[in-house]
């Protein structure tokens, strides 16, 4: 996944800038999975904010024609990365459906919402990429409609070796606006961070579930 870095370094400098991703090595957050974590990311704030919405919309297009070339349908995964799909599917003008993460519990118990069909190239849409597994659960139920998914966009990873496995495993290529290295970058930069902070945020993201604040 070889990232544009003047495009990776402006997303992650607007993250910063409007606190959609959060660092604190000294009072970390803790996920729902029990990990500690000095980075905390909400890039739905990102709609919130009218330039960084339009620039993320026009660089999700970008990778989009350069990578896959011409595609039928753009998809959203709930919830995340509905809003930024439609947004990419108005931007290249073309049919917009979007993925729960389970199927509807009455009517027609729907999973994959909107018009789709069998054979149609399919880019999904995602906000934010930690371990995969959510985002392909909605690979799989496209793949399951028939669907060609011929790969995802995010805006975000923080660029996990698990990940990296998982996207593999799926046979599903994975291209995001910015990662966890450009980032980190960027907060130094900005003075965010300081020097003496990197190499705990490092060793975060090599195991994140053993992870630990320095005393």
């Known amino acids: 996944m070889n990232l544009n870095k003047e495009t990776a370094d402006k997303v992650a400098e ?32 990102t709609l919130s904010y009218p330039k960084v919405r339009t620039f993320i919309r026009q660089k999700y297009s970008e990778v989009i024609q350069e990578k896959f070339g011409k595609v039928d349908v753009i998809a959203g995964v709930a919830t995340g990365g509905i809003a930024q799909g439609a947004l990419v599917a108005q931007e290249l003008d073309l049919p917009f459906i979007y993925v729960r993460s389970s199927s509807k519990g009455h009517g027609l118990q729907n999973q994959v919402e909107g018009v789709v069909e069998a054979g149609q190239k399919v880019v999904v849409i995602e906000d934010l990429i930690s371990t995969g597994m959510s985002s392909l659960k909605a690979v799989e139920a496209l793949r399951a409609e028939g669907c060609q998914v011929v790969g995802m966009v995010a805006i975000f990873t923080y660029d996990f070796e698990l990940a990296q496995n998982n996207f593999k495993e799926y046979n599903c290529p994975l291209y995001t606006l910015s990662d966890y290295n450009h980032l980190i970058d960027e907060a130094l930069r900005m003075g965010y961070i300081n020097q003496s902070d990197i190499e705990s945020l490092k060793n975060w993201r090599k195991d994140p579930a053993n992870w630990k604040v320095l005393v």
């Open 14 to 45: 607007f993250l910063l800038q409007i606190k959609a991703i959060q660092l604190n090595n000294q009072q970390p957050f803790h996920w729902a999975s029990g990990w500690q974590s000095p980075i905390y990311c909400d890039n739905r704030k």
